[in-house]
């Protein structure tokens, strides 16, 4: 997630999963080992079948729910998931800008499923 992050984790008793840091050094990796493109998906709370979520998973639906707010997040294919404009602004755009700035291609999981042979 974007600029704040590690702080909205820790306030809902998480350690941030990946840093910002962590992401750019992931991507300068991909370009320095010359892969083709990086793919990218940003994460879901996922509702086990007949399940509860854990505790780490409420924590982090919580967290979710803070950083959309005022918006609710997205129920969809047995997940939660954060507002398209929330998941750009935090998200997929902090990525795809260090993609840009390290002339990475990134390409979204799905599409990438698809081009795969």
Not at 36 to 43: C, E, G, L, N
Not at 50 to 77: C, F, N, Q
Request: net charge neutral; glycine share 10%.
């Amino acid at each position: 997630m974007g600029a704040g992050a590690g702080e909205n984790y820790a306030n809902f008793g998480l350690v941030e999963p990946q840093t910002a840091e962590d992401i750019s050094n992931l991507i300068g990796f991909a370009k320095e080992v010359e892969a083709p493109y990086v793919v990218h998906s940003p994460a879901k709370i996922v509702q086990p079948r007949g399940g509860k979520l854990s505790d780490t998973m409420r924590a982090m639906r919580l967290v979710y729910e803070y950083v959309a707010a005022p918006h609710r997040l997205i129920w969809r294919g047995g997940s939660w998931r954060l507002p398209p404009d929330v998941e750009k602004a935090m998200v997929t755009g902090p990525f795809l800008d260090v993609c840009g700035c390290l002339g990475v291609a990134a390409k979204y999981c799905k599409h990438n499923l698809i081009e795969t042979p």
